[in-house]
């Protein structure tokens, strides 16, 4: 299952998405049973889970990295980067892809719009993961769901240092 962004086939969806001029479109998805969004701009291919090559003393929730049509791709266990626990690899387990770095997730729940009135600030207390990781709190099917900071969940200077220094 690879799924790129830009495969996406306005005449699939419904009109009135591209008509909002007060809309962004999100990427869900399901991790550890909860969803997240990310901002579809952020998001290069989603891909089914595939073999990653360990990689020694690198932080835990760096799972390796894979190889994507050629380039070298890091795989970040998202659940380990919110000390959340380890994802478990299913059959609808994916790789999320953004620039040189994959997601591991439990699952693609959908790409949709949400309205700009139906974005949030993020409320300092309430929520499973630090906030640092959440850009903004979106009402999603009668629930408020987090979209992920994806400068935070990336952070290259965290996420490149070796395991054992500070």
């Known amino acids: 299952m690879n799924f790129n962004i830009e495969d996406l086939d306005s005449d699939d969806m419904d009109d009135e998405l591209f008509t909002i001029s007060d809309a962004q479109q999100y990427f869900f998805f399901k991790s550890g049973g909860d969803i997240y969004a990310l901002d579809v701009e952020n998001v290069s291919e989603m891909i089914e889970y595939q073999d990653i090559s360990k990689i020694p003393m690198m932080l835990p929730y760096i799972k ?3 190889n994507i049509r050629g380039s ?3 795989v970040i266990d998202l659940l380990q980067r919110f000390n959340l ?3 478990k690899i299913g059959k609808k387990t994916s790789l999320v892809v953004m620039d040189s770095i994959a997601l591991v997730i439990d699952e693609v ?3 949709n719009t949400i309205a700009d009135e139906d974005i949030k600030e993020t409320l300092d207390f309430g929520f499973k993961i630090e906030k640092r990781f959440i850009k903004n709190m979106a009402r999603y099917n009668d629930t408020y769901i987090a979209i992920l900071n994806c400068d935070e969940v990336l952070n290259i200077d965290e ?3 070796i395991e ?3």
Do not use: L, N, Y
Request: aromatic residues 0%.
């Open 64 to 66: 390796g990295v894979t």
């Open 72 to 74: 070298i791709i890091t």
């Open 85 to 87: 626990g380890e994802t």
């Open 109 to 111: 729940h959908d790409v």
């Open 159 to 161: 996420i490149s240092k």
């Open 164 to 166: 054992g220094t500070s």
